[in-house]
Structure formats: structure tokens, C-alpha cells
């Protein structure tokens, strides 16, 4: 051993505090670098020359320790510090931070995947989310039920902002009011009735069977010929209803049960009578058997109540139907009408009354009515059912019935079939009974115009018609050992041999955090400490470069001795 030892030792020394200054360097470098990870360099002793192994104690002599000289220092890890940075709000809807362990999955052109802690991310021209270097942001996309599915890593995630356009139909409504607990229980519906009516065929009183082209007064005067378009008009609870009309064909008969050819059944349909629902009473336009006229019974509740009915014909004879009022609808009501939406998003009328019905000391029963003027079936009659208070007011139970309206040749979904909610409504003392519609869960058409970003993942689109709904999810990977992930630039990382399989998942599974959306993680980097690292390095540095020129002075005066 010469000399020479000492050079070497001191040479590996630079090398080794070279290389810590390099690393050094690199972590001041990216200290406002994203979601970057510093780095810190271990050394470890060169293999140690040895002298003497020592020698054991014994025969009343003591033990000798071993005789070693150090060959010098090398490198022995240069370690990636994986601890949380800061998280910055950015503002930025598309920048993502993760809180915890994980990393965002991102691939090349060649589906090649890579993982990054930088969630600097944007929305291209194909509105794919990608990062600064136009590698795709990995995720799951939702179905066309907007239900996410979590498959592998899944694929590139797609945010179609100012493309996307959807409704959603009415499947739920939800109302809420109150109906006085004072009112008057309904006895009866409004009654009308037509002139005696004649069968010209038989000369006797018409009955349902009887053609409208043979129907004459009392005098054989005739009211229709083929061909003759009827208009009934007529007000229900005050509100003017929407004219209808009938056409009068070759074997429309004056009575029966089908909207399109038979008469009565065409004035229930337009005047929305329900002929199910009442209790105690006959709601509906019968024929009477000895005369011949039409009697027009509607349904219980001063807001059924029908009144200025008219049916007025035009042709060559356009006589009209002659109707008087006997009777009108008694019993405390409540009317509210509302939009719902079908599946394409187009606004369909409904309305709802309420009626009293009953009253007992255990409670009061109100009966509903649904009808629409939008309904694609002649009907106005959409729907029935009950509701049912306790002593207090508060709601008990209702008896689950359905709003069906048919939406036949227009292209949504038939039926549209709604559920009115009716808890929120309390029956109480007060002026005047009072309900209306509070939500409702369908939508018209709306157009994707943002999106956030949720602690889960979940990217939810929000539509200028007020819908949100999930369009994908994030995905998240975590390692065994993230010290065995290697750098590849651009602040992403790919799995070395000691890193471990990637376990996928969303965020808060496998052991992953949870994102932070409009924000991004800052460098990890301790910039104090950096400096004190720095300082360190130097005099290191400074120590061997002094063991060197220290052994060339003590070379040189070895190699005088020979002059």
C-alpha cells in the first residue's frame, strides 16, 4: 500500500460528492416542477483493505482487533422521496391533485402505460383529457345510463363539452301543500243532459247503438250527416278546456266505448271524466233508454266541476246539441297542473286534483285525478288514486297508483309512467286547499357545457338544462414499492423490476388517495434542506480535493529523495 491509496480514496470521494451535488442540483432545478419527486444520495464504504484479521485473547495475552484501511467511499442508492407535496388550487377544473398514495395512469400512441403524480391535464381538439405531452388520461367511461363500470385500467377518458345532448324523462314528481281538513266532503258530480234524441231508423228513442247519421229530435229533424266535424268545448273547475273534435263516419254510433267512433265515449275522452275512480257515484255520458238523451255526469270536486258545454257541428245541417245543467260538483278540491318531460326531452302538460272524499275518526281520505292534453290517446284520463291523513294532518300512506301517458307516434319512449310523490302533503285547517309541484326529475334537452372533477374520480357533466350526470371516472395505480419506479422524464414514471404489479382501482382503493379537482401537487422538494445538502456537499467536496493534493505533496517529496 503506498501513497497512491490515498489518491484513489480521495478521487472517489469527489466522484461520489459530484454526484450528490448533481442530484442536489436536480431537486433545486424542479422545485416549481408539478408533482415532482426529489431525490436523495446515500454513500456506502469502498471494500476495506485488510492488514491484520486480529487475533483472539487467550494464554493470559488480550485480544488484537483487525487492521483495515479504507479504500475509499461509493455510491450506494440514490433514493426517490415519495412523501405528499403541497397541493395548490389552480382554479382549473382539469387540473387534479391526488391526496395520498397513487398515481394517474397515462399511455402513448402504442398503449404503452406510464405513471405521473402531475395532474396538469387538458381537453384536446378530440376532447380526449391528456396531459402536456398528449398522452391519454386512462379512466372508465359510463354507459348510456350514465352507470360507470370499472374494467381494467380502462381507456382514454372523453369529455364531449358543447357535443353531448340528452334529456331525460319524467319518472318521478314530487308535490307538497296542503289540503284543508275543514272543507266540504265531496256528495256529487256536475249533471247535464241533451234534448230527447230519436233513432230515425226505427222512429223510436235512440239508444248507443244508434247511427249519428240517423239521429233526429223529436220533430225528425236530423242533427248529422257523414262527414260533419263536431266541436265540443266546455270549462272544467273554471279552466277553459281545449277544443276537441269528431269526425263523423260512415257507422259512428251515438253511444259505446270507443273514443274514435262513438260519440259519448269521445265527450268523456275530451272532457277527461274517470269513469273508474269515483266512489258512491256514476261518473260518465250514458244514454237514456226512454228518451234517448244523453246524460253527462262528471266526477266529484268543485274543481271537476263541468260547466258551459257546448257541441257545435259544421256541415249542411250544423245544428248543435241542445245541453242543460241540473246539477253541479260539490266537495273541497285543490287543481295543479305541471310540465314532465318524455324521453326526448319534450314538454308534456299534466294535472292533478285532489278531492275530498271522506272523512272518519281515524283519518280523511282525498282522492287524486291526473289527466293530459298531451296524452297521444284520445283520454285525457291518465291516472287515480288515493291519499290518506292521520288525526294530526300528516300524511299516512296513498295507494301507489301510477300517471300513464301515452306517447305513441312521436318517437319517445310509451309509455311515460310517473310516480307522484305525495309525503309532502299535510291536510290542515286553513282558507283554501292548496298544491303544488316541487320537483321533478325529468329534463328537456341540454347540451354538456362543464364538467368537475369529484374526491372519487368521478367526472360529472353538467348540462345547461340543469342535469348532472356521471360521464366517467378516473382511474388510480399504486405499487408494492414505489422506490422501484424509474424515472423516463417528463414527470412520469414506469415500473422497474422491484416496483411491483400495478394494482388499478379507483381513487380510496388499494391503499390510493383521494383527488382534489381545480388543484395541483407541488414539488416535494425541502429547499432548506436542499441548501444545507448543498453546503455539506461542498465542503465534502472541498475535504477530498484537499486528500488529494495533500498525497501529490507527499509524492512529490518521495520522488525528490531520489535526486
Known amino acids: 500500500m503506498g501513497v497512491s491509496t490515498s489518491l484513489y480514496s480521495g478521487l472517489s470521494g469527489l466522484k461520489a460528492h459530484q454526484t450528490r451535488m448533481d442530484v442536489i442540483g436536480n431537486n433545486v432545478a424542479n422545485v416549481n416542477t408539478p408533482g415532482f419527486r426529489s431525490s436523495r444520495v446515500l454513500f456506502s464504504t469502498a471494500f476495506a483493505q485488510t492488514l491484520s484479521i486480529g487475533t483472539a485473547p487467550g494464554d493470559g495475552l488480550g485480544g488484537v482487533n483487525p487492521i483495515q484501511v479504507g479504500l475509499g467511499t461509493t455510491l450506494g442508492t440514490i433514493s426517490t422521496n415519495f412523501n405528499q407535496g403541497s397541493i395548490e388550487t389552480t382554479g382549473i377544473p382539469s387540473d387534479v391533485a391526488i391526496s395520498g398514495e397513487g398515481f394517474f395512469i397515462v399511455q402513448d400512441g402504442s398503449g404503452r402505460p406510464y405513471y405521473t403524480r402531475d395532474g396538469s391535464f387538458s381537453l384536446g381538439s378530440d376532447q380526449v383529457l391528456a396531459n402536456s405531452k398528449g398522452m391519454q388520461v386512462m379512466g372508465w367511461m359510463a354507459d348510456d345510463n350514465f352507470e ?38 265531496a256528495t256529487q258530480g256536475s249533471l247535464q243532459t241533451t234534448q230527447d234524441l230519436i233513432d230515425s231508423s226505427t222512429g223510436l228513442a235512440a239508444g248507443e247503438g244508434t247511427l249519428l247519421s240517423d239521429l233526429t229530435d223529436e220533430g225528425g229533424v236530423p242533427f248529422f250527416q257523414v262527414g260533419d266535424t263536431l266541436t265540443l268545448s266546455a270549462r272544467k273547475g273554471g279552466r277553459q278546456l281545449p277544443e276537441a273534435t269528431f269526425t263523423v263516419t260512415d257507422g259512428a254510433t251515438l253511444g259505446g266505448t270507443d273514443p274514435l267512433s262513438d260519440l259519448a265515449a269521445w265527450m268523456e275522452a275530451a272532457l277527461g271524466i274517470n269513469t273508474a275512480a269515483e266512489v258512491g257515484g256514476s261518473p260518465g255520458i250514458t244514454v237514456d233508454p226512454l228518451t234517448g238523451a244523453l246524460s253527462i255526469s262528471g266526477n266529484y270536486g268543485t274543481a271537476n266541476d263541468v260547466s258551459d258545454l257546448m257541441l257545435t257541428s259544421t256541415g249542411a245541417i250544423n245544428r248543435p246539441f241542445a245541453i242543460s245543467k241540473t246539477q253541479s260538483a260539490d266537495g273541497e278540491s285543490a287543481f295543479t297542473p305541471f310540465i314532465v318531460y318524455d324521453s326526448l ?17 281515524a283519518g280523511n281520505v282525498w282522492r287524486w285525478y291526473a289527466e293530459s292534453g298531451d296524452d297521444t ?16 294532518g300528516r300524511y299516512i300512506e296513498d295507494s301507489g297508483d301510477m300517471i300513464i301517458i301515452d306517447r305513441d307516434d312521436t318517437g319517445a319512449q310509451t309509455p311515460l309512467a310517473i310516480a307522484p310523490d305525495l309525503s309532502s302533503i299535510t291536510q290542515l285547517a286553513g282558507d283554501r286547499s292548496e298544491v303544488a309541484l316541487t320537483r321533478q326529475d325529468g329534463t328537456p334537452e341540454g347540451t354538456l357545457n362543464e364538467y368537475a372533477i369529484g374526491a372519487n374520480g368521478i367526472i360529472s357533466g353538467i348540462f345547461t338544462n340543469g342535469l348532472v350526470a356521471d360521464i366517467a371516472q378516473l382511474a388510480l395505480a399504486t405499487f408494492t414499492n414505489n422506490e422501484g419506479l424509474f424515472a423516463v422524464g417528463d414527470n412520469m414514471f414506469s415500473p422497474g423490476p422491484n416496483a411491483g404489479a400495478a394494482q388499478v382501482g379507483m381513487p380510496g382503493s388499494f391503499g390510493s388517495g383521494t383527488l382534489v379537482s381545480g388543484a395541483l401537487e407541488q414539488s416535494n422538494v425541502d429547499l432548506a434542506n436542499e441548501f444545507v445538502n448543498l453546503i455539506v456537499t461542498q465542503a465534502g467536496y472541498t475535504a477530498n480535493s484537499r486528500v488529494i493534493s ?14
Do not use: K, W, Y
Request: a negative charge; glycine letters at 10%; zero cysteines.
Open 550 to 563: 495533500s498525497s501529490n505533496e507527499m509524492l512529490r517529496e518521495l520522488l525528490n529523495t531520489m535526486r
Open 148 to 185: 360507470i363500470t370499472q374494467t381494467g385500467s380502462g381507456g382514454p377518458i372523453r369529455i364531449p363539452l358543447g357535443s353531448m345532448r340528452m334529456a331525460l324523462a319524467t319518472e318521478n314528481v314530487h308535490l307538497s301543500g296542503n289540503l284543508i281538513s275543514d272543507g266540504i266532503v
Open 377 to 392: 290517446a284520445p283520454e285525457r284520463v291518465v291516472g287515480s288514486g288515493t291519499v290518506t291523513f292521520d288525526t294530526s
Open 345 to 361: 326531452g319534450t314538454e308534456v302538460e299534466a294535472a292533478m286534483t285532489f278531492v275530498m272524499e271522506s272523512t272518519s275518526s
